[in-house]
Every structure is written in structure tokens, then in C-alpha cells.
């Protein structure tokens, strides 16, 4: 009996329809008589196969097979009339049916494409080849996050030691009274990145003690405007970037400290600074999103955005010290989402670092990119008000974005570090290191101020 194949299994089929009990057992045979163009001594060689798939009774003989091939044969050749003829079809892959119509033009098939031997070993090389390249690229992000890890574990622990700077802020120490709220930005503060003033053009100069002055002076002005202005509730928003980082091999080499040491200096200010504010006024609201600046890797990511960066140490220790120490301390901070949403009163305040809104020119300015781009993320969390820093520069629209028609101000804050070479070199910008300082009655904002902290050089 020859031997099984199911090479030919497409073209031998199931019996399974009503056309195969009219044509009995020779429908099986006239499938592969097509298929090798009539040739009967080709056709009697798949008896077994016939017989495995059902169209041959088990016990017929090899001689009664031969003349089944023979009748079909002769059955599927013979016209029925002088009239529209049917001839056999040249394609293997037509069926005759009592449907079918003869083709004017009939295309052979085309040969089935096969691998040579030598083909097959080099696609094997190949594959093998890149297989090796694939594990040991995975091997290397393997080692990376587990080294990633055990630093991150590190500065967490030597986070949760970090004292409280004692930095005695210039203030009349006594609570604000009023009803109203002061909403206090922080942004792109960049701790640990160096700036010299040749590359400015003298215009800028930036170090670490350059920012913890800038920050005490932030922290004087809000609170003057907020005593002037009746606020008794304070909302603090960091708004990323806070660290310098070491996304660019050039911040790596040219920051005066280590990220986890820029993490550790800066807990131990922020802390400082925020709980002697946790005396003057009723509540300290602080909300936190992270900054691009403060990730851990280079490439910027969308899953664990806010877990992998820097900045979830520092606002996890902020959360941790504070509330332990002060009962009127809130820190809102979400591990998921790359924007916050908090109440500011009766208002709803978006906040996002601003690196998501992108797709313009320059010609164009921050604030249109942002507009163009911040429409749906308004009208999903329902926002009165969006602010956001990333930009380096102070800027401020409004847009038409929420289902009742009513308008949401868009704010870009300043940022702390000032033009720097990145600014000068590549995007020709000078904006002044500046802060903004918010006033409202939870409804409305009634004034928005403007910190210059350019004067702080030194």
C-alpha cells in the first residue's frame, strides 16, 4: 500500500456535503484526477489516502480502485451534449460542479516555492544569529533594572533619613486669617544642574546654591501676597523637572551632584520649607506630577511613567515626613496618571508637567502647541483651570474645551533654573527664572503675580 502523505490533503478533502452521497466514493477520485491533470497511474497511487479521508470503503480492492479510476475518468471527460461543453479544467484548484462555465483563458498554477537545502541553513544561521543578539540585549535591560532597583532602594532608604534643612524663612510669624486661597507653583527647578554665566552671555547663573536661594525667595513672596491677600489655605503644586537629572550623558557629566544625591538635598530643603509654612496658614495642600527631566532612564515611557523617576522618591518622602509632623499637611500624589487633578475650592485645577503637548513649530509658541493638544484631557476631567511647566517660559490662554461652553485658563509656570545652555544654544530663548503666584476665592482667580528670581545670581 503506498505510503501515507497529506501533502495532498487541500485537494483530497472530507466527504461532507450532499454532492458527495449523489457521486458516492468518485468524487474523492475526480478531485485528485483534476489535480494531476488526468493522469490515472499518478491518481492510483493515493488509494490509502482516499481511504483514510473516507471516500473509499476499507475493504476495496486495489484492482475494483483501478476501475473506479477508469469510470470517473471517463465519466468526467464525456460532454453530456454537443452544446456547451465542458472540458476539464487546466487548474488544479477548480472544482467541477454543475455550476461551473468554461474559462476563455486559463492560467496554470504556479509551482509551490521550496527552500533549497542551502537557503534553509542560511535562514537557520540567520535566525540563530539574531536570537543571540536578542537575548543578550534583553540580558543587558535585565542587569540595568535590577541595578536600576537596588539604587532606587538606596535612595529611598537614605531618603527616609533625610533631615529637615534649617532654613529660617524672613516671615512674620504669625497665621494668615482670610478665606481665600494662594496657589503656589513649583517648577522645573532643575537641582543640581550647573549653569555658567559665559554661556548665557552673563545673562544667567545656576548652581545648587543658587536654587535653594531662589526657593527660599519663592517661598518669602507667596507668602507675602498670601497674608496681603487674605489666604488661610495654601495649595502647592510641583510640577516636575525638579531634579536636574541624567537623561543626557552632558547633565551626567556637568551636574554638580549625583540624582540621588540631588534627590536627597532637595528632600531635605522642601521639607524644611514646607513644614514652617504648615505653622502660618490652616492648610498646605501639596499636589505632585513628575517631570520628564527626573526619569530614571533615557527613553521616556508610558507604563510605570510615575513610579520610575526620581521625583516619586521625593514626593513619597514629602508625603511620608510631613503628615507625620504636621496634621494640616495633605501631599496628593498619583503612582498611575501622568496629570493630577485636586479642588482649589469650588475649582478643578488639571495639572501636568507639559512634555505630553508637542507637534508644533516654534514660530508657533508654547501656549499654542498646548492649547492645540490639551482639549481633550480638559474636557475629560472636567477642568476650570490646567497649568503645567516644561516650557521655560511664562504664558498663559484660554480654551473653549468643556460640554457646558464654559472656557479653561491654560497657565504655563516659569521655570526656577532660567535660561540655560540648552536654551540659549538650541532654542535662542532668554526667559527669566520666575515663578507665578495664584489668588482665588475657590470660584475665580482674582490675581496672578509674577516672582521674578533672576536677581538671585549668586
Known amino acids: 500500500m503506498p505510503r501515507k502523505s497529506n501533502k495532498l490533503a487541500h485537494v483530497i478533502g472530507k466527504p461532507s456535503n450532499t454532492e458527495s452521497k449523489k457521486f458516492g466514493q468518485n468524487l474523492g477520485i475526480a478531485n485528485l484526477l483534476m489535480h494531476f491533470n488526468f493522469d490515472e497511474a499518478r491518481v492510483a497511487a493515493y488509494q490509502h489516502e482516499l481511504t483514510e479521508a473516507g471516500w473509499l470503503p476499507p475493504n476495496l480492492t486495489e484492482a475494483k480502485f483501478k476501475e473506479n479510476i477508469e469510470q470517473t475518468h471517463k465519466y468526467i471527460t464525456t460532454p453530456v451534449s454537443e452544446e456547451g461543453t465542458v472540458k476539464p479544467p487546466k487548474n488544479p484548484r477548480e472544482r467541477l460542479s454543475p455550476t461551473d462555465e468554461p474559462e476563455e483563458t486559463v492560467f496554470e498554477e504556479d509551482p509551490m516555492f521550496e527552500y533549497t537545502d542551502d537557503e534553509r541553513i542560511g535562514a537557520e544561521t540567520r535566525y540563530k544569529r539574531e536570537m543571540k543578539k536578542t537575548e543578550r540585549a534583553l540580558r543587558l535591560i535585565r542587569e540595568e533594572a535590577f541595578i536600576g532597583k537596588q539604587k532606587v532602594n538606596r535612595m529611598a532608604e537614605a531618603a527616609a533619613a533625610v533631615k529637615p534643612a534649617e532654613i529660617k524663612l524672613n516671615l512674620i510669624d504669625a497665621k494668615v486669617k482670610g478665606t481665600n486661597y494662594c496657589v503656589m507653583p513649583i517648577s522645573d527647578v ?40 487674605g489666604c488661610d489655605k495654601l ?57 520628564n527631566h527626573s526619569r530614571t532612564g533615557k527613553k521616556l515611557q508610558a507604563h510605570n511613567r510615575s513610579m520610575d523617576n526620581y521625583e516619586h522618591i521625593i514626593y513619597s518622602t514629602i508625603k511620608d515626613r510631613c503628615e507625620a509632623e504636621a496634621k494640616n ?64 517660559t511664562g504664558a498663559s490662554g484660554a480654551i473653549d474645551a468643556r460640554e457646558d461652553g464654559r472656557m ?51
Not at 262 to 267: E, F, G, M
Request: charge should be negative; aromatic fraction near 8%; charged fraction near 20%.
Open 329 to 392: 499637611i495633605t501631599v496628593e500624589f498619583n503612582d498611575e496618571a501622568p496629570f493630577a487633578v485636586t479642588n482649589i475650592g469650588n475649582q478643578v485645577w488639571m495639572l501636568e508637567h507639559g512634555d505630553r503637548y508637542k507637534g508644533s513649530t516654534a514660530a508657533a509658541g508654547a501656549i499654542n502647541t498646548v492649547l492645540r493638544n490639551i482639549g481633550n484631557d480638559i474636557r475629560r476631567n472636567h477642568a476650570d483651570v490646567a497649568i503645567m511647566g516644561h516650557w521655560h
Open 408 to 458: 479653561t485658563k491654560v497657565f504655563i509656570n516659569p521655570s526656577m533654573v532660567g535660561p540655560d545652555n540648552f536654551a540659549v544654544t538650541t532654542l535662542h530663548a532668554f526667559y527669566p527664572a520666575e515663578s507665578n503666584v495664584f489668588i482665588t476665592d475657590g470660584n475665580k482667580i482674582t490675581s496672578k503675580i509674577e516672582v521674578d528670581l533672576s536677581d538671585i545670581q549668586g
Open 235 to 291: 495649595h502647592m503644586l510641583l510640577l516636575g523637572d525638579l531634579i536636574s537629572g541624567e537623561i543626557h550623558d552632558e547633565l551626567r557629566e556637568t551636574n554638580a551632584f549625583t540624582a540621588p544625591k540631588c534627590v536627597s538635598v532637595l528632600n531635605s530643603i522642601l521639607i524644611g520649607l514646607i513644614l514652617q509654612y504648615a505653622k502660618l496658614f490652616k492648610s498646605v495642600t501639596i499636589s505632585c506630577v513628575v517631570g
Open 190 to 229: 532643575h537641582f543640581g544642574e550647573v549653569v555658567q554665566p559665559d554661556a548665557t552671555y552673563c545673562y544667567n547663573k545656576y548652581n545648587p546654591e543658587i536654587a535653594q536661594k531662589r526657593l527660599v525667595k519663592l517661598f518669602e513672596e507667596t507668602y507675602r501676597h498670601a497674608k496681603a491677600e
